[in-house]
């Protein structure tokens, strides 16, 4: 049976030493609940809709062509809660008496920090694990940092992604080259005077920079925050506990709940909370080489695909180009 361990001493001063823990990030450079009630839908999955890609046409005046009718096709990206975060930590009656003097502090505070945390790996685990379009090998002994970033940004551009709303997120090692690259703009430079939780490192070629310790050191993503999709909720308060509370923290939904058992005589104080992620992929082809600098181009109708094309780049697939991958060596 695990048990807590709390400081006891003749004095402990109130103030304490703060954790190594990272900075949470992640999350609030997506795309956040961007559905809506869970309550009720089978495989407990809500759909994200997807506008119809719908060109328009063109004919001469007075040619008397015929007008071609088109319908109108949207999509869907699906987000499904399936994964329970939680915290289970039991407290002896000796503990509760002559040990925690302030439970919020001891015990509330640490359990929800680690809930968020967790769910904040969710993320990583999504942006890491996700099946990207196009890769950029970046070999820092003869590749310039800012050309690079250029290159995804170019990439960004062909697929017609959004210009606001792009980050640029960076592991260690790719962090060290933009900080000492001319064509950086730091943080405190750039006049932002707020920065996301500190990890707003500054701006190139029209990406805000952030750095995480949930990616890999030799890892950098260029992307838009649409390219990923998480949705998180609290589970409800049992109608059969004496105390229950849903917390906010840090944008998250976190349901605590403090119950007593008898038989172990000691309290038990638990926290959930329920959390899905996706990626964001658009249905398409290229028109031409994407390496080469070809445009990718929606399909109209994905019932009706682009295939048996010799050049894989050419069929219509779902793809992920709304984010770039770089490797660092």
Not at 35 to 60: H, N, Q
Not at 176 to 205: C, M, P, Q, W, Y
Not at 314 to 323: P, S, T
């Amino acid at each position: 049976m695990p048990t807590s361990t709390f400081i006891k001493a003749e004095k402990v001063v109130a103030t304490s030493l703060g954790l190594l823990q990272r900075e949470l990030t992640l999350p609030q450079l997506i795309w956040r609940d961007a559905v809506g009630d869970f309550a009720g839908v089978r495989g407990d999955t809500v759909s994200i809709r997807l506008p119809a890609y719908a060109p328009a046409r063109k004919r001469a005046l007075r040619s008397g062509a015929t007008r071609v009718k088109d319908g109108l096709y949207e999509r869907k990206i699906d987000v499904s809660l399936d994964t329970d975060i939680y915290k289970d930590v039991p407290i002896s009656d000796e503990q509760l008496t002559l040990d925690i003097a302030d439970f919020g502090a001891q015990v509330l505070n640490p359990v929800i920090t680690g809930i968020a945390m967790q769910l904040e790996q969710e993320v990583a685990d999504e942006i890491n694990g996700a099946n990207y379009a196009t890769t950029i090998a970046h070999v820092s002994e003869t590749d310039d940092a800012y050309e690079t970033v250029v290159k995804a940004r170019g990439y960004l551009n062909n697929a017609f992604v959004p210009l606001a709303g792009r980050r640029l997120l960076v592991g260690t090692n790719f962090e060290a080259e933009l900080l000492t690259n001319e064509k950086f703009v730091d943080a405190s430079r750039s006049g932002t005077s707020e920065t996301l939780r500190e990890a707003l490192i500054g701006r190139i070629a029209g990406f805000d920079v952030y750095t995480s310790p949930a990616i890999a050191a030799d890892r950098a993503y260029a992307f838009h925050s649409t390219a990923f999709v998480m949705s998180q909720r609290a589970p409800v308060i049992p109608l059969g506990v004496p105390w229950g509370a849903t917390q906010a923290y840090q944008g998250f939904a976190i349901r605590t709940v403090r119950s007593y058992d008898p038989n172990l005589v000691e309290d038990r104080f638990i926290a959930d909370a329920w959390v899905g992620t996706n990626t964001v992929t658009d249905f398409g082809h290229w028109l031409g080489d994407p390496a080469a600098g070809g445009k990718f181009e929606p399909a109209v109708n994905p019932d009706a695909p682009v295939t048996g094309q010799a050049n894989a780049w050419a069929n219509d697939a779902a793809r992920l180009v709304r984010a770039v991958k770089i490797t660092v060596a």
